[in-house]
């Protein structure tokens, strides 16, 4: 279960990554894209955090985190220097693809009969958990 301080160091992290993830992208040159940091989970010892990108359009989403992981030490330095008054130190970060919408999005085209996956298994992925 996660503490207080957890989800609260979480909630900053979040918000500013969010931020500093779309400048950084945007100086390098990245367009006509939407991110957003969808969930951040922090370790009890607050020494790690992951964070799961919503990326769209969904078919650059590993290219991207790709980019995202080259430019951790960059973009953890900016979000340290937003949260300098609320955090001691900053947590290591790692960044994961979240395929939700996809997934929630392959359900419903299941559900309406365009897709079946039933005489299709191939249709909706084996997902796998972070």
């Known amino acids: 279960m996660e503490s207080n301080r957890q989800k609260k160091i979480a909630g900053i992290l979040q918000k500013d ?7 950084e992208l945007k100086a390098a040159g990245t367009q006509n894209l939407i991110i957003s940091v969808t969930k951040v989970k922090v370790t009890p010892d607050l020494l790690q955090a992951k964070a799961h990108l919503s990326i769209f359009p969904s078919e650059k989403s590993e290219q ?31 960044f994961f693809n979240d395929d939700s919408i996809e997934y929630i999005n392959d359900l419903e085209q299941a559900f309406k009969g365009k897709n ?15």
């Open 17 to 23: 990554l969010a931020e500093v993830i779309q400048l």
């Open 64 to 94: 991207i985190v790709e980019e995202i992981r080259t430019m951790k030490s960059k973009i953890k330095h900016q979000v340290a220097t937003r949260t300098k008054n609320q955090l001691r130190r900053m947590p290591e970060l790692e």
């Open 116 to 130: 079946d996956p039933i005489k299709n298994p191939d249709l909706l992925n084996k997902r796998k958990k972070n």
